[in-house]
C-alpha cells in the first residue's frame, strides 16, 4: 500500500470520546486512542494492525501533526499522544503528569521538483536555511550550482513549501538549520511552528507534498517515508564531516549512534551530528509517544508502548524507520515505568 493512501485512513479516525479521562467502562481499555505525528503515522498504522491481532486491543490513530498531538494529549481528549518534537519545559508543564518515551527512529528530508534539473541535487546547510529564508530565490543561484559543478541548472524562482501546523518535521528542519546557519538561529529559531518569511504552507506531510507535487521550481520538508513510499525527488544533504549520505537505513542509524548522553529533559537531538559521524544523515530524528503517569488505561498503555520499543521495531524497515540503539530503548524502558 502506498504511504499516501495509508495516511488518507488514518484521517479518518476518531480523534475524541475515548481520553485517558474516561470512565473505565466496559471494554473501554481494549481501544486506545491516539493523535499527532504525521512522520510516524505509517509506522503506526502497521503497529495498529498487528498489535490488534496479537493482543485484541484496537489502536486507532489521528494523524494530525506532532503540535495537535501534544495539544489533544495536553486536553486528555486521547489517551496517547505522538511527537517528533520533545516536550518544551512549557508544554510539559501544562501537560500535567505527561510522560515521553522515544519510540522509533526516522529521518525528515528536503524533497524538490524542479524540471529540468538531475536527481539528488547536492545542498548545504547554510544554502538551505539561505532558500528558507528567502535569501536565495532562483534555482541558479551561484551558491546552489558551487555544489552542483557540471549540472545544469534552470532559472527557474524557488518556491520553499512549509508545515502550515504544528510539525515534528518543522522541529526537525528547524533545529538543523538552527545549527547550522546563526541568521537562521538569530530570526527564526527551533520550534514546531515557525514564521516563514517566504513561500507555501502545507497541512501535514500530504500536504505539502501535494503542494511540491503540483509546482514546478518547489522545495519542502517531509518524513522519509513519504518520499520514498510516493517515488518523491530530494535533496542530498551535507553533514558535518563535508559529505552528502544518502538517507537511509545506514545513514540514519549512524546519526543515531553518535549519542554520548540523553539530556535529563529528554530531548534527544540527533540533527547536525559531529564530523565524527562521517556517514550520518544530518536530519535525523526521534519521535515520541506522549502517555499520562495517571491514565485510566495506564496498564494497557505500558504494554502496547512496551511492545512498540520491542517487538514493533521490527515493523519499521520497510518504512525506512531504523531500530532504536540500545541506550535509548534502556532509557524507552525506564521511562515506561513512570505510565
Not at 182 to 191: D, I
Request: net charge positive; hydrophobic share 40%; with cysteine.
Amino acid at each position: 500500500m502506498k504511504t499516501r493512501t495509508l495516511i488518507a485512513l488514518l484521517f479518518a479516525l476518531p480523534l475524541s470520546g475515548c481520553g485517558g479521562s474516561g470512565g473505565g467502562g466496559s471494554g473501554e481499555s481494549s481501544v486506545l486512542v491516539g493523535a499527532g505525528s504525521t512522520l510516524v503515522a505509517p509506522l503506526v498504522a502497521q503497529w495498529s494492525s498487528d498489535y490488534a491481532k496479537k493482543t485484541g486491543v484496537t489502536v486507532t490513530y489521528g494523524s494530525i501533526g506532532s503540535g495537535g498531538g501534544i495539544a489533544q494529549m495536553t486536553a486528555r481528549t486521547v489517551d496517547f499522544g505522538a511527537s517528533d518534537a520533545p516536550l518544551t519545559s512549557d508544554q510539559a508543564s501544562a501537560c500535567t503528569d505527561c510522560v515521553q518515551v522515544p519510540w522509533a527512529l526516522g529521518a525528515t528530508l528536503a524533497s524538490y521538483n524542479l524540471k529540468g534539473a538531475p536527481a539528488k541535487l547536492r545542498l548545504s546547510g547554510p544554502v538551505l536555511a539561505d532558500i528558507f529564508l528567502g535569501k536565495i530565490t532562483h534555482w541558479d543561484d551561484p551558491a546552489i550550482a558551487k555544489l552542483n559543478s557540471g549540472a545544469t541548472l534552470p532559472a527557474t524562482v524557488i518556491t520553499p513549501v512549509y508545515r502550515s501546523d504544528g510539525s515534528g518535521d518543522t522541529y526537525a528542519f528547524s533545529d538543523f538549520l538552527s545549527k547550522v546557519s546563526p541568521e537562521w538561529k538569530s530570526k527564526l529559531g527551533v520550534s514546531t511552528q515557525v514564521s516563514f518569511p517566504k513561500g507555501i504552507g502545507g497541512k501535514g506531510n500530504d500536504g505539502v507534498a501535494a503542494v511540491v507535487g503540483r509546482q514546478n521550481g518547489a522545495i519542502g520538508y517531509l518524513g522519509i517515508s513519504y518520499v520514498f513510499g510516493n517515488e518523491l525527488n530530494y535533496a542530498l544533504i551535507q553533514n558535518a564531516a563535508g559529505n552528502y549520505p544518502v538517507p537511509g537505513p545506514g545513514t540514519i542509524t549512524a546519526a543515531a549512534d553518535s549519542i554520548t548522553t540523553i539530556p535529563s529533559d529528554n530531548a534527544i537531538s540527533i540533527t547536525d551530528p559531529p564530523a565524527s559521524a562521517k556517514d550520518a544523515y544530518p536530519i535525523s530524528t526521534f519521535t515520541y509517544v506522549i502517555a499520562s503517569s495517571g491514565s485510566s488505561k495506564a496498564a494497557e498503555l505500558k504494554k502496547m508502548i512496551y511492545w512498540a520499543v520491542t517487538t514493533g521495531q521490527g515493523f519499521g524497515k520497510p518504512l525506512l524507520f531504523q531500530p532504536l540503539p540500545l541506550q535509548v530503548q534502556a532509557f524507552a524502558f525506564k521511562q515506561i515505568k513512570k505510565i
